[in-house]
């Protein structure tokens, strides 16, 4: 089913709306100059995952591009959970949106309103589970992530997305999953909508986020590596050092802790601590203490 023609209701501009209703002119400034940010959440057992950290994400994304939303992270927060419960789901992808209106057009848009708006789907698995489970298989991305005085990288800004789509279209027509990018430099970066970890002799590699998103999950599954007590290096990866690397998983919101088993010319095993920091957030993930939707199912 197209995403306009679901059903269920939308959270726009402090109002819940009719899912088919969540519309906006042509003549909108994030479409036409992507004057736009988003986040992107999940929600398990009825929470949402990290919850404060994306509305604080999404918050300073705009402010990285110039404008400041209407709503406090508080009140995003609440609306966020109130379109969860609206749409009656336990498991579901979150996508708040924010972006510049239409009462100016042209580059400046200093009086154009911030609008933002929050939709809820059913989103199981980013990749399919069958690939999923054996590993991954990525091609090279031709674009690279810009160099931070190019764009504002931090954000997570709706115009970042056009070399990620390009990239990934490149990759699915020749029969990859997704595309691993880059950076400016020509260092290793991230995948279009995650970022990347390899393993050697039992030591966990990811690059240093200084120029691409440092994702909430990049970080937890850091976190959860600590945990375990395994020795982890972030640095600056050469592609051609991919040659040595045993094991390689990206993450991300969407795609969580998914193995790869390819990257271009380069080979990896799904391993034990894939296999390990996979299970671990899984397990992270799940709300800590009951909520009042799994208590009352019981
Ligand atoms: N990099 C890019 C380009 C992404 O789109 C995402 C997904 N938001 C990530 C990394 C991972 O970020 P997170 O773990 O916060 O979802």
Known sequence: ??????????????????????????????????????????????????????????????????????YSVEEINEACNAVLREQGYSDAYVRPVAWRGSEMMGVSAQHNMIHLAIAVWEWPSYFDPAQRAKGIRLDIAEFRRPDPRTAPCKSKAAGLYMICTISKHKAEKKGFADALMFDWRGYVAEATGANVFFVKDG???????????????????????????????????????????????????????TPVSEIGPYTFTPGNITLTLMNDYSEEVQPKQPTKQMAAAR
């Open 1 to 70: 089913l197209p995403f306009d023609q679901r059903e269920g209701v939308i959270w726009y501009d402090g109002r819940m709306v009719p899912w088919t209703d969540a519309n906006l002119h042509v003549l909108s400034h994030g479409l036409h100059y992507a004057s736009a940010v988003f986040e992107g959440e999940r929600a398990y057992g009825g929470e949402i995952f990290k919850l404060d950290e994306h509305t604080r994400r999404l918050h300073e994304s705009a402010r990285l591009l110039d404008f400041e939303i209407p």
């Open 203 to 257: 030591v966990l590699h990811t690059p240093t986020p200084d120029c691409f998103l440092d994702g909430i999950t990049r970080r937890t599954v850091i976190d959860l590596a600590k945990r375990r007590g395994y020795e982890l290096v972030e640095r600056h990866i050469k592609p051609e050092e991919m040659e040595g690397f045993e094991e390689c998983f990206i993450c991300g919101t969407a795609a969580e802790v």
